[in-house]
């Protein structure tokens, strides 16, 4: 099983998700994927997450990108599980404090107002250490929002594709996507 979650301000809707779960789709294995709608809220992000896998049984493979990265690190962390990290935010309440105000999600989500309670949050979900291990790092040179430098020397150890360019979106995803799916086959 692999719980896709996305990105700040992003959705199911994104193209990364609808990318995995149409390959997934052509390969008959689509009950294989889900990706649940992530509140804006971190606590509502935990327990949304917590509840959907609490939904499928084992084995599951979190993939996170961005915000979905730094939330699938601390399910991975505590419920001992895998997880595939595209561009991961390591520290969100240091980097998306720039965005403190009114936000919309791109996929036309609720507004809602980003504040310091979600920085808070979000810096109580933290980790210092990781068991690299359980990470299939991948990042794009070119992200424009994240310094993919922290996030290679984060997870060092884990298994990682440091792309040559691209941007935060991770414009190379689509070539990936059997290598996404080969780490989550050795996690069975």
């Known amino acids: 099983m692999i719980v896709y979650l996305h990105g700040f301000n992003s959705s199911p809707k994104s193209a990364k ?7 997934l789709e052509k390969r008959g294995e689509a009950a294989q994927f889900v990706c649940p709608q992530l509140p804006p809220r ?12 609490a939904r499928h049984a084992r ?15 601390w399910f991975a962390e505590k419920r001992g ?11 969100p309440h240091v980097g998306l404090r720039a965005h403190l105000g009114p936000q919309q999600g791109f ?23 990781v068991h690299p291990t359980r990470y299939f790092l991948l990042v794009e040179t ?5 310094d993919c430098g922290i996030a290679v020397a984060k997870y060092r150890g884990a298994r990682q594709k440091v792309v040559q360019g691209g ?3 991770f414009a190379s995803f689509s070539e990936h996507i059997p290598l996404i799916l080969e780490f989550a086959e050795t996690s069975v």
């Open 17 to 23: 998700a609808r990318a995995l779960e149409k390959y």
């Open 42 to 53: 971190p606590d509502m992000a935990v327990a949304t997450i917590d509840a959907e896998l």
């Open 59 to 73: 084995p599951i493979t979190l993939v996170g990108s961005s915000l979905g990265g730094f939330y699938a690190t």
């Open 81 to 91: 599980l895998r997880a595939v990290l595209i561009n991961p935010a390591v520290e």
């Open 107 to 129: 996929d036309g989500g609720a507004s809602y107002e980003l504040t310091e309670d979600y920085l808070h949050q979000w810096e109580k979900l933290c980790l210092d250490a």
């Open 142 to 146: 070119g992200d424009e929002v994240l």
């Open 167 to 169: 941007d935060h979106s």
